[in-house]
């Protein structure tokens, strides 16, 4: 399987109107782009050479530059791209700290396998850090630079993986959220592919949750909050662009930590483009990971926005209880997860003994009581029933405001007793 690229030096040159096409000869499952490279960095504006189309089957006219019949313009904001125009909503001018946009200019930087051979000590077992159905990740260091990496090696069994490494640059590339994992660039030498990522230091929730030993610091109910609503601004990102993306694979292993415990978004391989919100995608080659999978996708292979929402939902139920969905499938028996749910987290007397036991009984029970409820919502078999992620980050948002309530309070009663104490709230 191999990937054929042509590498041509910028210039002043308007490559705008060169054909860009796919090879319709191309079986083999690879695929042809030409890029502008500056200082081993993949840019694309209105003036450099554009990256063609993809052979991705999931339905991406292309990866990021024009083409004879998509035409992209950075000098009027207009653009009639698979992205949507730059006047949407979700792309318009806007503060990215805050909802994230889809980029005009692509920056990847390209990495020399010697650059990766070097930051992994020539991907030594120790650096290992997960491993996915792509092949492992590995934890790097450019030393000269002192950039600390996360890089995705393509193992040569790996089925999904070259069309997960164009998913990859196809989605990543272009968007950028603060709850989305930053792609840095990629790497390639004959049939070795390689995808650079920001290194998230706290690792996987998926650690953080089910994980053991003396590394694995407990979530408080606070952080655990602020990682749902952030979560949920995350695919409603998503969701929100002209041509909505489905995720396709939310679950705990695919949702980093930064330092801060902000989560971030990865592993975009399995990710999808619909042109509206409640157009199906359907598949013939169920994939995904079983618990989390609607089972509109499940039975049907009927793909929609809102299956993302089955799988948010899912992620809520394990963060309350601590416990896999596979463990608690087990403990439904012959009842239905939904039904199990009514019984054991939306019952006031009963909750609490099924309440994640880390959390040490430290948490508002009202307000779990309240995200068992949203749960039980996001997971209703009848995909046009269950919430949009807007609402889902509208509800979170409003509980989140409920739970600080009382720290404002204990605030201001401590400030009342300085006062009294003092004569002035700074206790001078």
Not at 198 to 220: K, T
Request: hydrophobic share 35%.
């Amino acid at each position: 399987m191999g990937i054929c690229w042509s590498v041509q030096s910028r210039s002043p040159v308007d490559h705008r109107n060169r054909s860009t096409a796919a090879n319709p000869n191309n079986q083999s499952g690879s695929f042809q782009f030409s890029v502008g490279l500056s200082n081993k960095r993949l840019i694309q504006n209105g003036n450099s050479t554009s990256l063609g189309h993809s052979s991705h089957s999931g339905g991406i006219g292309r990866f990021f530059g024009p083409s004879s019949s998509n035409t992209y313009s950075t000098g009027n904001n207009t653009s009639t791209s698979f992205w949507g125009t730059e006047n949407s909503q979700a792309s318009g001018v806007r503060d990215e700290d805050e909802r994230g946009q889809i980029l005009d200019v692509v920056d990847l930087r390209e990495f020399t396998v010697a650059e990766l051979k070097a930051a992994t000590k020539n991907f030594k077992d120790d650096t290992v850090i997960g491993e996915g159905g792509f092949g492992k990740v590995y934890k790097g260091l450019i030393r000269g630079e002192g950039l600390t990496i996360a890089i995705k090696k393509l193992n040569s069994g790996s089925k999904q993986g070259i069309v997960e490494w164009k998913s990859e640059l196809t989605f990543l590339g272009r968007l950028s959220h603060p709850n989305l994992v930053k792609l840095l660039g990629f790497g390639r030498q004959d049939s070795e592919l390689f995808l650079v990522y920001e290194f998230m230091p706290r690792g996987s929730m998926d650690n953080h949750l089910f994980g053991r030993g003396a590394n694995v610091r407990p979530l408080s109910w606070d952080t655990r909050l602020r990682i749902m609503i952030g979560a949920a601004r995350g695919l409603h990102f998503l969701h929100s662009l002209e041509n909505p993306i489905i995720y396709r694979d939310f679950k705990p292993s695919n949702i980093l930590l930064d330092l801060t415990y902000t989560p971030r978004l990865s592993d975009f391989g399995l990710a999808k483009s619909v042109t509206s919100p409640d157009q199906s995608h359907v598949s013939t080659n169920v994939v995904g990971t079983h618990g989390y999978a609607a089972p509109e996708y499940v039975a049907k292979g009927h793909l929609y926005v809102k299956s993302d929402v089955y799988g948010f939902g899912i992620f809520l139920v394990e963060l309350l209880t601590g416990k896999r969905i596979s463990d608690i499938k087990h403990l439904c028996e012959k009842t239905s997860l939904r039904d199990w749910m009514r019984r054991n987290l939306l019952n006031r007397g009963i909750i609490r003994s099924n309440m994640d036991a880390k959390l040490e009984g430290k948490y508002p029970s009202n307000l779990a009581l309240q995200i068992a409820q949203l749960a039980l919502k996001c997971i209703q078999t009848e995909p046009k029933v269950r919430p949009s992620m807007k609402e889902v980050v509208e509800r979170l948002e409003q509980i989140e405001a409920a739970n600080d309530k009382p720290a404002d309070n204990r605030k201001r009663v401590n400030s009342s007793r300085v006062v009294q104490q003092h004569g002035r709230p700074d206790g001078s």
